[in-house]
């Protein structure tokens, strides 16, 4: 990932980067793949009937976990409020997504690596929302 580098270069940036930061977007987009790749392998599984619930989450917290990564990324007139709403809804997805996986974790691997990078994705946005200022 390049993000530390790309916004640290960011005229409205001036270097001054928040680990926080690059570790919430880098975990959003890593959740985001990981949940596609989990909802694609939960479709190739001969119990795909029972993992219906799984595959939806799946896909909701990718595309959540996509847009907020995008979302953290700008860093031009960023309004704060969108932020820490798209921060709370992404850790709200990825907290639902996890416990949905985790119920299948046993059975499937790729649901236990995926519970693993949402509870990841989830910790990361909520510290990047509990130093925002309200």
């Known amino acids: 990932m390049h993000a530390r580098e790309m916004i640290g270069t960011h005229p409205a940036v001036q270097g001054q980067v928040s ?10 987009y ?14 190739s599984e001969r119990m795909v009937q029972e993992l219906t619930q799984c595959i939806r989450l799946d896909m909701d917290c990718a595309d959540i976990c996509n847009i907020t990564g995008r979302i953290m990324t700008r860093r031009t007139g ?16 990825c907290r639902l997504c996890a416990e949905e996986c985790q119920r299948h974790a046993a059975m499937h691997e790729h649901c236990r690596i995926c519970a693993e990078s949402c509870r990841r994705c989830m910790e990361a946005c909520q510290e990047v929302a509990r130093g925002m200022a309200h």
């Open 78 to 93: 960023s309004d704060d409020e969108v932020m820490r709403r798209m921060l709370s809804v992404c850790a709200a997805a």
């Open 30 to 43: 890593s959740c985001a793949q990981t949940c596609t790749s989990c909802a694609d392998a939960c479709l």
């Open 19 to 28: 680990d926080a930061l690059i570790r919430c977007i880098e975990e959003c």
